[in-house]
């Protein structure tokens, strides 16, 4: 553990005693992108050791802020702006030097793993970290091998050992990336939006962790929105909106605007999910699933699944980290293929025609998608992006195509971000720009994989009322979520998932 060795149930004689935190100064700090400043004359302090809430709305320049504090960002030219770590004595460290020891964590960072294919398995993706690499290379020493040991058992990955990145859910990659970081011995700990995803168990282990890395010598920072991602432990509080710091002091005396900020979605999270209500279907249903079982690693991710999804109906997938969401969405999709001896029938969908026209009928939203849609130079190209042809970014759309984008924008409610780049965009509303990019064309159905996760209280509640506008279209809705209260009202349907053992 950062700060002091971490503990195992063998002491490792060897192990390496881990630095301790680093200040950071931020004076006049500025960082413009796409024609704005993202961070706008910034001034913060972090003193070696402290531990920080980071909060603020979607867009509010959190996360830019955090790419800052972790070099990943280099300040505009500014009269009087300065970027300054020190040491626990007050002198100045050098940031190429530091670089190592300044670890981020986010959803950008854990996307680009599934962008390249980097596939590798769960310890040498914490091994990396050893040697502050994104890739392995060579061998590790023995050293290191214990390292990766000891983070394994203490962030509980000890049954994802041996399996691969890309097979395991979207919580569980966050957790690695978590380890990962811890690996690298960092004097700097930046968190960003780490509970996005995680079923109760998993918070729960993660509350752990973060009430271990309280105690220990290290810098860290964490970002959040919703209360319960608000740890207890983090002592200092950050508020910032529109790219400014508004306050930089101890939580508890916070002024209370923004210590209600990370609590106003409580109403909200407390209020009863929507009852799944029975409708009249008549028409061919969309798929129905004859005793399926899907394969991932050798490994049943789905077993004998019988399902139906009839005309008309709206279903919620719930389930624990693991169990198989993602994976049945991209077996609806078609991503994924039945083992031998299930069956799937596809509305309409021929087993020998190819099955890219189907999905163009029935299109799939998830969160590894946002880092694609960077490559961009508008929300509006990422958009049109939905349509096979318009994908190569030198294509160029007809007049049809682009009153097709601006319906399915109109639809998003975001006909206003059109020419906005997706670097200058919040992640709320590249989220929306990329639900905006599967209603283009008006599909059958839209598949969405936690389309809330990372959205702050606001953009929630107008992820929500764009997502009831879609099921009140005619567009079938199946959405795979942990909080049955992040559901629309029109969700007619629940499927629950059984936990699968690792």
Known sequence: MPGERIPAKKADSSARQRPAGVAVRLTN????????????????????????????????????LLKLLAGQR??????????????????????PDLLPRLQLVSGEQQDRYERYGWNFTVSTVIGTGCRGLVAPLGPLTGHERRVVSNVIEQ????????????????????????????????????????????DTAHRGRLDRLLDALCKTALTLVVTAHRPADAHPGLTRLVAIRDGRIRYDGA???????????????????RRAPPSARRVATTGQPLIT?????????????????????????????????????STLLGLVHGSFHA??????????????????????????VAPDQHNGALDYPDLRSVVLSGLPHLRRLNARPSAAEMRAASKAMGLAGIT?????????ASYGERRLALLARGLIGQPEAILLDEPLT???????????????????????????????????????????????SA
């Not at 992108?33 to 402290?50: C, F, K, M, N, Q």
């Not at 939580?251 to 999270?269: E, F, G, I, S, Y």
């Not at 109906?313 to 719930?318: Q, T």
Request: glycine share 10%.
């Open 339 to 364: 083992a031998l001896g299930g069956r799937v029938e596809r509305r309409r969908h021929g087993r020998s025609e190819p099955i890219e026209e189907w999905q163009q009928r029935v299109r799939l």
């Open 416 to 424: 206003r971000l059109a020419t906005r780049p997706p670097r200058a």
């Open 29 to 64: 700090v500025s960082v413009r992108l796409g024609g704005r400043d993202v961070i706008d004359r910034a001034s913060l302090t972090l003193p070696a050791g402290s531990r920080t809430l980071v909060v603020g709305p979607n867009g509010a320049g959190k996360s830019e």
């Open 289 to 325: 699933l004859h005793r399926v079982s899907v394969y991932r690693e050798g490994r049943a991710v789905i077993r004998q699944l019988n399902w139906q999804v009839g005309a008309h109906e709206h279903w919620a997938i719930s389930g624990a980290n693991g169990s198989g969401k």
């Open 155 to 198: 962030a509980g990955l000890e049954g994802l050992r041996r399996r691969r990145f890309l097979e395991l859910s979207y919580g569980e990659r966050r957790q690695v990336l978590i380890g990962r970081a811890l690996a690298a011995s960092p004097s700097l700990l930046l968190l960003d939006e780490i509970y996005n995803g995680l």
């Open 74 to 95: 280099w300040p505009s030219p500014r009269p009087g702006s300065e970027r300054r770590y020190e040491d626990l004595a007050g002198n100045e460290m050098a940031l």
């Open 454 to 500: 990372g959205l702050d209280a606001g953009m929630r509640q107008r992820m929500l009322g764009v997502l009831e506008r879609v099921c009140r279209s005619g567009i079938q809705l199946i959405v795979a979520v942990h909080e049955r209260a992040d559901l629309p009202p029109s969700i007619t349907h629940h499927l629950s998932l059984p936990a699968r």
């Open 251 to 269: 939580r508890n005396a916070a002024p209370r605007r923004w210590q209600r900020l990370v609590a106003t979605d409580t109403v909200a999270a």
